[in-house]
């Protein structure tokens, strides 16, 4: 299968061409796609922190310690 770029006002365009019950069915699988998305990126970033903690990189700190690092 052949990919090609799409610009995104051209696909707006593609999808107002669309009959309304294919547009409605279009959002809930965008969706699921960037739900599914963020899973994957939230578990990736868990088992990052799982390592640095198994590695020991990780140490106790006060919330109020955590807060001024958030905000550095």
């Known amino acids: 299968m052949t990919t090609r770029a799409v610009r995104f006002g051209d696909l707006i365009e593609m999808i107002d061409k669309l009959p309304l019950e294919e547009r409605v069915s279009l959002v809930d699988v965008v969706r699921q796609r960037i739900a599914d998305d963020e899973r994957s990126r939230i ?7 799982r390592r640095e903690h198994k590695r020991g990189r990780c140490k106790p700190v006060t919330p109020k310690a955590l807060l001024q690092e958030l905000l550095r």
């Not at 578990?43 to 922190?49: E, K």
Request: aromatic share 0%.
């Open 43 to 49: 578990a990736a970033s868990v088992r990052a922190a």
